[in-house]
């Protein structure tokens, strides 16, 4: 069977929340997802079918001070965005989420995060929810924005760290045709980020191993790219991903944008939907 495999980037997986409800749509329902960051995150509401749910989240609420701002910093969630808001306050009163049809939803979802004592690669599949979103908000602590996450009694960062793009995941795991969704456009180069260097210094005498890793990131996220891009050549994966002129910043403040993205992605996956049903075949 496939697999779905789903890169992160903060706010700009509305793009595969796009793609995830065309998905939806057209009954096409993958056994196996993993991902990282927001991008596994905002998978949950494809397996609990829920369409729309993502883009009317964020559209209503991304210049709402609870969800995120400094502000958040300075209280008991410490991190740029209020996690108590969005993973408590939010799926359980607000925008209610569907956990019934979640946990019938026989698809496994593999949650990537960054063990921040060893700086190696961790996978989780939590369907039960026991720790409510605990996974999800390990998988989104980006290192500085984030403080780390305790979960199962180890502290985690956001798994991009280690593997922005989970591809070779799915296939060891015995999935050999992919649909992956990426989150920058064709051709896009990563580079070594001023930003990473300065949190890097930050982090370098409590987390070392976090700290080598946010310095080398770059070279790891060109690999991976260039590795999907060869799967896709040999009829291996279809791959999905934004054109340079829809797309937006991780911290995208421009909600009309966001529609935008979020509408590419759908009509995107509509057109080659009968690639991606043929991954069933």
Known sequence: ???????GGTFRPIFSCGVMDALLE???HFPYLVGVSAGISDSVSYVSKQKGRNLDMLVEYRHDKRYIGIR????EDRSLFGRKFIYETLPNEINLFDFETFRANPAEIWVGVTNAETGEMEYYCDKEGKEGFLLL???CALPIAFPPII???KQYYDGGLVDSIPAKKAIEDGHEKLLIVLTRPEGYVKEESKAYKIAAALLKRKYPKVAELLLTRHTRYNKEVEF????????KAVILRPSEDVQISSLEGDVEKIKKIYWYGYDLANKNMDRIKALFD
């Open 228 to 235: 999907c891009n060869q799967l896709e050549k040999e009829g």
């Open 151 to 153: 979960y199962n009694g």
């Open 26 to 28: 057209n009954d096409v």
């Open 1 to 7: 069977m496939p697999g779905l495999v789903l890169e």
């Open 72 to 75: 958040n910093l300075f209280t």
């Open 137 to 139: 908000e390990a998988t």
